[in-house]
């Protein structure tokens, strides 16, 4: 079996002005060089897309989304973002770190699937016992400055290399940060010094899964 990192990204949920975020902002605090924001980049007044260095960037008048494309990029994602919430003006309400892995186990997945997480002592499980019912999970739990919620189910996936669907079994891990007092920007923060963390959390528990 396989198991693979395939979503990076981080989540500022708040109140945003786009139109504030052109390509000199991101010039002019050091977040990106120009020759390394894509002629793919949307700037306008009611949304900025940036593609640069191996990242993207969106930003909505609701959320910031900054997702990691290459696993091996040279910067930081929490660098990036750490720039971003230090250089602009905003209200913040909730700060989340997305993480997620497949498990690609073939034409083992349901059987897998049922092995980890089917109990027979659950009764309605007496409503969900037949060769069609796809088992998974849903774990929440206090972790440091977060809150991780764990959500695990079969899926199938388009593979980029090969373009061939994929069995697999997704571990979606979600770090998410309330952000309710005036020093949300160090509560966001926080969260980011901690994404070593987080990552290492992740790591332990879909291991348990690899044989």
Known sequence: MEISLTVKNIV?????????????????????????????????????????????????????????NEPKVQS?????MSK?????????SGFGIN???????????SELAKKYFYNDKSEINTFFNDGSVSYGSYLSKDFKNSRLKLDI???????IDSKSEQKIISFAFNFHTDLVNENFREEILKSLSEIN?????TRKIVSIYEY
């Open 153 to 159: 189910k079969p899926a199938t996936v388009v593979r």
């Open 84 to 92: 971003i919430v230090s250089s602009s003006n905003f209200v913040g």
């Open 12 to 68: 500022l949920i708040g109140e945003f002005q786009p139109s504030k975020f052109d390509k000199y902002y991101f010039l002019k605090n050091n977040i990106f060089d120009e020759n390394e924001i894509s002629d793919e980049s949307i700037f306008n007044s009611d949304f900025t897309i940036v593609v640069a260095r191996g990242f993207n960037l969106t930003i909505l008048t609701n959320q910031i989304v900054l997702t990691e």
């Open 99 to 109: 993480i997620h892995w497949y498990l690609f186990s073939g034409e083992k997945t």
């Open 197 to 201: 963390d987080y990552m290492e959390e």
């Open 76 to 80: 930081s994602i929490t660098d990036l």
